[in-house]
C-alpha cells in the first residue's frame, strides 16, 4: 500500500489538555495532534500530514522553522516528527482544509504532490547506496508496512484474528530475489548493480544466497532488514553487517509464504528471522493499548546495553493482514 504522506481527514475528536489555554489535542484516524484551541471543530475537513512528510519552503510552512527546518541533500524544508508538548504526543500536522484553495477534493484522497509534500529520506551512505540498475522490480512488493494509526477503521475487526509478531529492527530494507534465472539484490527502492563495494552484494555472497535460491527451485523473494556497523549507527553493537530476514514472497504465485512456510524456508536455507515474540497474539482493546505494547527492549541488545525496540510487526499466520506499530517511546528518543 502506498503511503499517503497528506490526505484529507475528518477530525474524530478533540480534547483539552491539562493544564493547557492555548492547546488542544485532536485525533483523526488513529493519531493523535496537538493543535491550536479552537481552530478545528469535530467533524471538519483538515489536510493531515504524517510524520516524516518533507513540506517544502512555502510562506504557509514558515510557521514549522524552528521546529522542523531540514535538509534533505540539497533541498530545503520542513521535517515532520514525532513530538510532546505540555506532555501529550503530537505526531504530525493537521492543516485547515483552506490549504488546498478550493480544489475539489475527495476524503481520503491523497494530496500530498498537489503540496509538493514527500517523504523525507536520510542520506544513504555510499556503501550502501550501491549503483542503480534499475527500478525496485515490479513483481515483487516494497517492504513498507501500514501503521496502525492508520487502520483505525479496521482495528475492531482485526481483535478477532490471531497474530504473530515479530520485532522492527532499526536499519535498512533490503531484498534478494532469484526469478526466471536471475539472481537480483535490491536496496529499498531500487535494484542495485552487482559490484565489490556495495555492503548488500558483499552480504548476498557471504550467505551464499544466489545458489541457496536457485537450489529451491522456485522464483521467490526474500526480504529482511539489514542491520550491524554503519547502518542507523549500529544499536545492536555487532561486528559487521547481515541481514535478518521477515519476508519471503512467491513470484509465480504473487503471494507471501505463510508463518509455517516461512519459517521452514529459513531452517532450509539455514538464514536468520528477525526476533519472533509471540505466536498466538490477540489485540488488545485499543490502538493506545497497543501502542504501549510496542515499547520494550530489543531482544538484539548487547549485552550489558538495553537497546530501545523500534515496534513490532504484527501479521496474521496466513499473510492476510499486516501492519506495523512504532513505539512513541523509540520515536521520541530518536528525535532527541
Known sequence: MERKLASVVTIDDLQPIKDADLIEVATVKGWKLVVKKNEFRVGDHAVYCEID???P???EFEFLRKSSYRK???????RLKTMKLRGQVSQGLLLPVQVLEGYDYVMGEDVAARLGIVKFEP??????AGICKGSFPSFIPKTDEERIQNLSKEF???REQVFYVTEKLEGSSATFYFNQGVFGVCSRNLELLESADNTLWKIARALKLSEKLAATGNNIALQGELIGEGIQGNPYALSGQTVKFFNAFD???QEYLSMPAFREVMKVLDLEPVPLLDENFLLPDTIAALLLLAEGTSMLSPAGKAVEREGLVIRSADRTISFKVISNRFLLKENN
Open 156 to 158: 475492531s475487526s482485526y
Open 57 to 59: 519552503l512555502k510562506p
Open 72 to 78: 534533505m541533500g540539497e533541498q530545503e524544508g520542513f
Open 251 to 253: 513470484i509465480d504465485t
Open 53 to 55: 512528510s518533507f513540506l
Open 123 to 128: 542520506p544513504v551512505p555510499a556503501a550502501l
